[in-house]
Structures are given as structure tokens and as C-alpha cells.
């Protein structure tokens, strides 16, 4: 077994010791991402912008729904967030990495760290690089 799954395993086993790293984790993300804690973050192929603002929590893409001035929907008083991750992903370079297919969210990670879900092998782990690795804009199997 892998050291990060160890350790994700043996904090998760710690209430105390998760409940402190859950705190942590989200004293970075929520202020300066806006995480939406849905503990299956997707942020390094959303240009760093958390997708689970949209309303409608689309994880692939924009419903269909943006207005022409590229506001949303449900919210016309908000931009469509798909928009922002857009425009975002073009200035940073990483438009290939919208192309990533995510799987719905699973409702029983929600409030649970992400980091620790993806060092415990829960979901996929995060991928900085710029450029999607060959393979991966499709659907991954769940459990690896």
C-alpha cells in the first residue's frame, strides 16, 4: 500500500486529527477557490475555479442555458461559471484540459476532504500539468 494511502487512512481513522485537516484544507480552498466542499475537487482542470458554483452543479460544461452575454441562466445576475472557467482556462493556457470527462459527483463524499479522498484512492487524484495525458478525457472506471 502506498504512504499517501496510509496516511489518508490512518487520519480518517482520527476524528480529530481529519476534523483538523478538513479545517485546513478549507481555510486555502474556500476563500481563495471558492470551493463548494464537495470532496471530489476538479479545480486543476477547471483553471483553478470551482465548477459546483454553477447552480445546476454541471461538472462537464455549461448546460446550454448561458446567455449570449455570458451570464447564467438560473442566476442572470451572475456570470455562468463555465464562462469564467472558460475564459480563465484560455488566459492560463489550459483549454485542453476542459476536455476531461468527470463523473457525476458523489453526494456521500460531500463535506469530506478531497485531498485525502484522492491520497486514500476514493477519486482521481488532481493533475497540474497543462496538457491532458494521453486517454484521459475519457470516462475514468470508478475505483481507479
Not at 500500500?1 to 481513522?13: G, I, N, S
Not at 454541471?58 to 448561458?66: D, E, L, S
Not at 452575454?69 to 472558460?86: A, F, K, M, N, S
Request: proline share 7%; hydrophobic share 30%.
Amino acid at each position: 500500500m502506498k504512504l499517501t494511502k496510509r496516511f489518508a487512512l490512518f487520519v480518517e481513522r482520527h476524528p480529530t486529527l481529519y476534523k483538523s485537516f478538513l479545517l485546513l484544507e478549507n481555510m486555502i480552498k474556500k476563500p481563495v477557490l471558492r470551493c463548494q466542499s464537495c470532496g471530489q475537487c476538479v479545480l486543476s482542470y477547471n483553471a483553478f475555479t470551482c465548477c459546483m458554483r454553477c447552480p445546476k452543479q454541471m461538472r462537464n460544461g455549461p448546460c446550454g442555458g448561458t446567455r449570449p452575454d455570458g451570464t447564467c441562466e438560473v442566476y442572470p445576475d451572475r456570470p455562468c461559471i463555465w464562462h469564467l472557467i472558460y475564459t480563465r482556462s484560455v488566459k492560463l493556457g489550459r483549454e485542453q484540459k476542459l476536455l476531461k470527462y468527470h463523473v457525476p459527483v458523489d453526494r456521500r463524499l460531500e463535506k469530506t476532504s478531497a485531498i485525502l479522498n484522492a491520497m486514500a484512492g476514493k477519486i482521481e487524484p488532481t493533475s497540474l500539468a497543462k496538457e491532458l495525458k494521453e486517454g484521459e478525457d475519457l470516462p475514468a472506471k470508478h475505483g481507479t
